[in-house]
Each structure stands twice: as C-alpha cells, then as structure tokens.
C-alpha cells in the first residue's frame, strides 16, 4: 500500500510570487493529485522492499517534459529505481507559466511507501 503526503515544492530561478503571475504546471487537467493517481497506478508495489519515505525531485521543462529525476531520500533502492522508471514514464505536463510564458520549474515531490 502506498500513502501520499500531499506536498509538493517549487524551487529554482522561477521561484517568484509577484501579483500571482507564476501559473503552476497540470497533471492530466488537473493538480498534484493526478499526478499521485499516475504514480500509484504506475508503481510496482511488490518492488518496495521497506516502509519510508521517498522524495523526488524533478524538473517539468518549458514544454512539459520531466526532466532531471532524481531521488533525494530513499529507503532502499528497488523503490527508489522503481520511482525513478515511473517518473521517466510520465507523459507530459502543461507547463507552468510566468506571464503568460512556459518556464521551467523543479517540483519535490515526497510520499510514504508502507508495505
């Protein structure tokens, strides 16, 4: 079984809230929440060898592409390659965008694995 928290962070150079111009990325039409549904469909539980956290980090490109995947906090690595293969799995996103222009942001994207 798989529990999410439901957080996410946006960091880097585009980390800038002025008058709300910074537009977040869509899942699927929808938020973080559809991408967790992804992920859970996705995710091979029978590879988790131990319960933990995982966080992820990734970087959705100005044309909705993840990029840059990787596993900051891991407790055993079948779940973290596991994460990995699903993460590179992931179809594109709408980016998000910065008056009105795509930009590039990195998201961190944490859940529990219970087994």
């Known amino acids: ?3 999410f928290f439901s957080f996410s962070q946006i960091q880097g150079e585009d980390e ?5 111009d910074l537009i977040e990325p869509k899942f ?3 938020g973080l ?11 091979d539980f029978s590879k988790a060898v131990k ?4 966080v992820t980090s ?19 690595v079948e779940s973290a390659t596991e994460i990995i293969r699903v993460l590179k799995k992931s179809p594109k996103w709408s980016p998000a965008s910065k008056n009105g222009n795509p930009v590039a942001i990195t998201l961190n994207f944490p859940f529990d694995i219970i087994v």
């Open 51 to 54: 319960a933990g956290k995982l």
């Open 16 to 20: 800038v809230y002025l008058g709300g």
């Open 1 to 3: 079984m798989l529990s």
């Open 33 to 43: 929440e559809k991408f967790y549904d992804f992920v859970k469909k996705e995710f």
């Open 58 to 76: 990734f970087t959705i490109n100005e044309n909705g592409e993840l990029k840059n995947c990787k596993v900051t906090q891991f407790v055993d």
């Open 28 to 30: 699927n039409g929808g």
